[in-house]
């Protein structure tokens, strides 16, 4: 297989981003990338990368600094990751993982959190691999009507 290359997010990437997230759910995406990726380019602090192998995009991971919240000190959290199915299996996601890691770890954060749905078996065992556990934080939600 070709060279992964891990680089940082770039404004031009949400139709990339769009194209693999429609991919993954199979319906198309809602979601204003646009908008997301140009809030999280003003954040240097902050780690989102995508994967490119012989410059096509091929996975992303958005990520964030936050703190404060509910008690926890300043903490990362990965917010969006996906990898487009026909790439799937070939070490890209913990590839950008390896690099979220490396970056936080590089600006002194020590614990990472991310949401999964409980019933997302495969997405489960992949964060699994990469050292997740359960935390302390019960997911909540209300439909408002």
Known sequence: MPEVVV????????????RIDAAITKSPSNLDLERMIKEELK???????VAEIEGKIVGYMISYITSGNFGTDQ???IAR???DPQ??????????AQEVFRFYKAKGIR???TSV???STDLLSFFK?????????VNLQKNLE
Do not use: P
């Open 7 to 18: 680089r940082r997010l770039k404004k031009a990437d949400a139709g990339e981003i769009r």
């Open 43 to 49: 954040k240097a602090d902050d780690a989102s990368f």
């Open 75 to 77: 903490c990362a959290w």
């Open 81 to 83: 990751f996906g990898v």
């Open 87 to 96: 790439y799937m299996g070939k070490r890209i996601g913990k590839s950008m």
């Open 111 to 113: 614990t990472m959190y």
């Open 117 to 119: 749905k409980w019933d």
């Open 129 to 137: 691999t990469l050292g997740f556990d359960r935390s302390n934080f």
